[in-house]
């Protein structure tokens, strides 16, 4: 498939606010895409999603979803855990209504935990949700998120290893996620280029015709992630990014969640077609 470039949430010149709304003004705008922000909660009803299934597919706008924030799979309080697991099936749920293709949510703290108990934990928490999922019939992709903070569970060799453990579990790679969580590394061709490599070598090269992306600038300090920024008040390296999905031939959604979502997503968009263009003439 190809790469489809759109926005985390309703786009900011949507005057009435929906997600049908939001759908339609990214078609208008030429975007491909469009990632429905659960953020706090699950609030969609499955009518509304049939309709936002409807609304998409008549405008061509592929949909991810990304599962409430509240959720930690190493909480050391069962409920928690409980809470937090059903929050991303819900998420799930919904999306598969709505037509979605993957789901998304930030897994784990560490805590003061040893880093492998802590994946063991989450290995068997998403294990038991996939089954869930499956038994349900739930069909989109269960992917945890490449997280920006070091306290926080979710490098790219963990997820790919979780991955690798279980059928419909996939990563969604936050680029700037991992230039903040490294206090302002990966951000150079190579070390993009890297990612996408031990990628298609440990999942193989289909699993790079399927990417759930985000990509946005992003302000940073030791600690990690601090907030979004718009592009061009940021350091992040966004050209190399789209150099190497274009080189690696990546398919799937590239999600912008910058402050001015659509405006962002634009420059992204546009910047990808002029390396296209470049690439092209070259070859």
């Not at 680029?175 to 490294?182: E, G, K, P, V």
């Not at 907030?227 to 150099?243: G, I, R, T």
């Given at each position: ?56 597919e008549q ?50 703290f560490y ?17 038991e949700m ?154």
């Amino acid at each position: 498939m190809s790469l489809r470039i759109g926005t985390a949430g309703i786009p900011q010149s949507v005057k009435t606010r929906s997600t049908e709304n939001g759908i339609k003004r990214l078609a208008e705008l030429g975007l491909g895409c469009m990632e429905v922000e659960f953020v706090r909660s699950v609030q969609m009803k499955e009518p509304k999603a049939q309709k936002v299934k409807e609304v998409a597919e008549q405008e061509d706008i592929q949909l991810t979803v990304h599962a409430p924030y509240y959720v930690n799979l190493n909480s050391r309080e069962a409920e928690k855990v409980t809470a937090s697991k059903e929050r991303v099936l819900q998420a799930a749920r919904i999306g598969w209504a709505a037509g979605a293709h993957s789901v998304t949510f930030h897994a784990a703290f560490y805590h003061d935990d040893d880093h492998e108990d802590v994946w063991q934990r989450v290995l068997q928490e998403l294990r038991e949700m996939r089954t869930r999922m499956d038994d349900e019939g739930i069909g989109l992709d269960l992917r945890p998120e490449t997280t920006g903070s070091p306290t926080q569970f979710g490098t790219v060799p963990e997820i790919l290893r979780l991955a690798q453990e279980i059928p419909g579990v996939y990563p969604c790679v936050d680029f700037s996620h991992l230039h903040a969580r490294t206090n302002g590394q990966y951000n150079t061709y190579e070390e993009f280029a890297e990612v996408l490599d031990s990628i298609k070598t440990e999942l193989g090269s289909s699993a790079l015709q399927r990417m759930h992306m985000h990509l946005s600038g992003i302000d940073y300090g030791p600690k990690g992630e601090k907030k979004h920024l718009v592009l061009p008040d940021a350091d992040m390296n966004y050209e190399a990014v789209l150099q190497a999905l274009l080189d690696y031939d990546v398919g799937g959604w590239l999600i912008c969640e910058s402050p001015v979502l659509e405006d962002d997503a634009l420059i992204l968009q546009e910047t990808y077609q002029r390396l296209q263009q470049e690439t092209s003439r070259k070859s």
